[in-house]
Antibody, heavy 118, light 107 residues
């Protein structure tokens, strides 16, 4: 079945880096754009980044621009989120999601929790 | 960036009620508007895309309308499974902004 599984979350100190991974299965990964969306504890959803199906286009939320990089490896059916210079406000559950219909997200992973704390 | 504002923030209703949630955009997003449902501890689920298109498998009691800057999500007859938080999202620009959410509670 169609599935997305995130990994790589954990506790990290402010200023450090972390890379999240999202493994896809059950669909033709290379045909879809992929998103990352985050949700701080008890808060709403915040879109973070998108990468196009061919990897040529990447867009970011202003709140993470310059600190976060999205990438994909179609040979591994995996999308990544490299997060640098982490701040306390980056603490959240990070979801990867499949893009469809021109920009919405139709399939989501279960999320991985990132906690930025000293 | 385009700002999305939902109202109300919290809505109390009973099973069988008809409820409407409103989402307003700070500038026109045409009909590039989606609605999601999220239950505690779970990932969001797409309900509506392109303002009024029902995602496959979503019950027909859910409907969306609107264009430009004002949109609504209507649930025609609330079921127990519908008590959750609902988010709108614009995808007109590459900022994909979400609204702040509307929590639908049991009265």
């Amino acid at each position: 079945q169609v599935q997305l599984v995130e990994s790589g979350g954990g506790v990290v100190q402010p200023g450090r880096s972390l890379r999240l991974s999202c493994a896809a299965s059950g669909f033709t990964f290379s045909s879809y754009a992929m998103h990352w969306v985050r949700q701080a504890p008890g808060k709403g959803l915040e879109w973070v980044a998108i990468i196009s199906s061919d990897g040529s286009k990447k867009y970011y939320a202003d709140s993470v621009k310059g600190r976060i990089t999205i990438s994909r490896d179609d040979s591994k059916n995996t999308v990544y989120l490299q997060m640098n210079s982490l701040r306390a406000e980056d603490t959240a559950v990070y979801y990867c999601a499949r893009g469809q219909y021109g920009g919405v997200t139709t399939v989501w992973g279960q999320g991985t929790l990132v906690t930025v704390s000293s | 960036d385009i700002q999305m504002t939902q109202s109300p923030s919290t809505l109390s209703a009973s099973v069988g009620d008809r409820v409407t949630i409103t989402c307003r955009a700070s500038q026109s997003v045409s009909n590039w508007l989606a609605w999601y449902q999220q239950k505690p501890g779970k990932a969001p689920k797409l309900l509506i895309y392109k303002a009024s298109s029902l995602e496959s498998g979503v019950p027909s009691r859910f409907s969306g309308s609107g264009s430009g800057t004002e949109f609504t999500l209507t649930i025609s007859s609330l079921q127990p499974d519908d008590f959750a938080t609902y988010y709108c999202q614009q995808y007109d620009t590459y900022s994909y902004t979400f609204g702040q959410g509307t929590k639908l509670e049991i009265k």
